[in-house]
């Protein structure tokens, strides 16, 4: 493998499918030669929501990491880990499975809901499919600059980075979601 794509973002080449990564900003949070892990930014599910009961009633909205066990539950979080179990993904933000401890980081006031997102499922790639996909321009790597990863991101994100990429890409940016109507 000549390259990582750890810490870049993927951002979907526009097609007639509609499948989850239509549309979608992929943060690359692993990638060797044993294949690729990252979670979609951009796929707020709105028919899901975690709900956590202690003293009050803490809801946040989940997002679809990816196509892959979505019964698994990822958080990223800013700030200083409240976990022994984590994964840095760069100097101001972190990957955890260990829910129990952010919760408990969110009740003693350790964090906020702002610091985290939620994630159900994620995407992931066999040895050499990603740069395959890459190859066949299915995805556009770019750098994640000073993206905030906890934002409540949709749609427009995509769109955003698109036209910031300018060239070509401006073209995308503001093609109809289904291309076959343009």
């Given at each position: 493998?000549?390259?990582?794509?750890?810490?870049?973002?993927?951002?979907?080449?526009?097609?007639?499918?509609?499948?989850?990564?239509?549309?979608?900003?992929?943060?690359?949070?692993?990638?060797?030669?044993?294949?690729?892990?990252?979670?979609?930014?951009?796929?707020?599910?709105?028919?899901?929501?975690?709900?956590?009961?202690?003293?009050?009633?803490?809801?946040?909205?989940?997002?679809?990491?990816?196509?892959?066990?979505?019964?698994?539950?990822?958080?990223?979080?800013?700030?200083?880990?409240?976990?022994?179990?984590?994964?840095?993904?760069?100097?101001?933000?972190?990957?955890?499975?260990d829910l129990q401890s952010v919760i408990t980081a969110l009740m003693e006031?350790?964090?906020?809901?702002?610091?985290?997102?939620?994630?159900?499922?994620?995407?992931?790639?066999?040895?050499?499919?990603?740069?395959?996909e890459i190859e066949r321009k299915m995805w556009t790597v770019a750098d994640a600059?000073?993206?905030?990863?906890?934002?409540?991101?949709?749609?427009?994100?995509?769109?955003?980075?698109?036209?910031?990429?300018?060239?070509?890409?401006?073209?995308?940016?503001?093609?109809?979601?289904?291309?076959?109507?343009?």
């Amino acid at each position: 493998m000549n390259s990582s794509y750890k810490g870049k973002i993927l951002i979907s080449t526009p097609d007639i499918s509609g499948d989850i990564f239509s549309r979608s900003v992929v943060l690359i949070i692993d990638h060797n030669e044993d294949g690729a892990f990252g979670l979609i930014l951009n796929r707020k599910n709105p028919d899901i929501s975690l709900q956590i009961e202690q003293t009050t009633l803490l809801k946040t909205d989940i997002y679809e990491g990816g196509p892959v066990e979505n019964q698994k539950i990822f958080v990223i979080a800013k700030g200083k880990p409240v976990s022994d179990f984590y994964m840095e993904i760069s100097d101001d933000y972190y990957i955890t499975e260990d829910l129990q401890s952010v919760i408990t980081a969110l009740m003693e006031n350790r964090i906020t809901d702002q610091d985290i997102k939620v994630f159900s499922g994620y995407s992931g790639w066999a040895a050499h499919q990603l740069e395959s996909e890459i190859e066949r321009k299915m995805w556009t790597v770019a750098d994640a600059y000073h993206l905030d990863y906890t934002l409540p991101n949709d749609q427009s994100l995509w769109k955003k980075i698109m036209q910031n990429l300018g060239g070509e890409f401006l073209l995308w940016a503001n093609a109809p979601k289904d291309i076959s109507m343009n």
